[in-house]
């Protein structure tokens, strides 16, 4: 099962600066079968990117993707109020088993 | 509009049985996977299992594999699933999620999830 650690755990940051999340995964996840989810208390997640790098239906383009093999990066180039919540990377290559990373959580 | 709609969870003691379902509407519902994703209090996201738009081919995490049943009604736009030999640890709030692209394993829309609590 490959195993995926997000970093840091808490992240505290203001208005108008730039997030960077990290998640590395125990071994290749395979064609960058990797997506990030956005979670707030209460609210259903929602996808954010998907196959590393492409932002879903309707996501701002402050949110951008990137990584190949082990690292990923989720960057929220200006945060905006309402981007602090907690983010999940998961994988979703090879077996047709799914993990997600333990969870970032944004605060301000 | 894309609605899922799960219902069912509740109260039931180790060892208990539950079925839950998620109501779909707004989209072709046998053309997409669907699967289950749970969050423990306090914990991070867990997938569950997930099935395939005919229903043919399902998958479960280690946790539940042998206790968890998934299923689904095409002719009912409803997604299933079936617990049973309940354990304390699979106490969550319970998520239906539609699969996204042609992986069927990322998720776009998500219910707003039942809360299923095993304890005596």
């Known amino acids: 099962e490959i195993v995926l650690t997000q970093s840091p755990g808490t992240l505290s940051l203001s208005p108008g600066e730039r997030a960077t999340l990290s998640c590395r995964a125990s071994q290749s996840v395979s064609s960058s079968y990797l997506a990030w989810y956005q979670h707030k208390p209460g609210q259903a997640p929602r996808l954010l990117i998907y196959g590393a790098s492409s932002r879903a239906t309707g996501i701002p383009d402050r949110f951008s993707g990137s990584g190949s093999g082990t690292d990923f990066t989720l960057t929220i180039s200006r945060l905006e109020p309402e981007d602090f919540a907690v983010y999940y990377c998961?994988?979703?290559?090879?077996?047709?088993?799914?993990?997600f990373g333990q969870g970032t959580r944004l605060e301000i | 509009e894309v609605q899922l709609l799960e219902s069912g969870g509740g109260l039931v003691q180790p060892g208990g049985s539950l079925r839950l379902s998620c109501a779909a509407s707004?989209?072709?519902?046998?053309?997409?996977?669907m699967s289950w994703v749970r969050q423990a209090p306090g914990k991070g996201l867990e997938w569950v299992s997930t099935?395939?738009?005919?229903?043919?081919?399902?998958y479960y995490a280690d946790s539940v594999k042998g206790r968890f049943t998934i299923s689904r009604d095409n002719s009912k736009n409803t997604l299933y699933l079936q617990m049973n030999t309940l354990r304390a640890e699979d106490t969550a709030v319970y998520y239906c999620?539609?699969?996204?692209?042609?992986?069927?394993?990322?998720?776009?829309?998500w219910g707003q999830g039942t809360l299923v609590t095993v304890s005596s």
């Open positions: 999620a539609k699969g996204y692209d042609s992986s069927g394993r990322n998720f776009d829309f």
């Open positions: 998961q994988q979703y290559g090879g077996s047709p088993r799914v993990t």
């Open positions: 099935i395939s738009g005919s229903g043919g081919s399902t």
């Open positions: 707004g989209f072709t519902f046998s053309s997409y996977a």
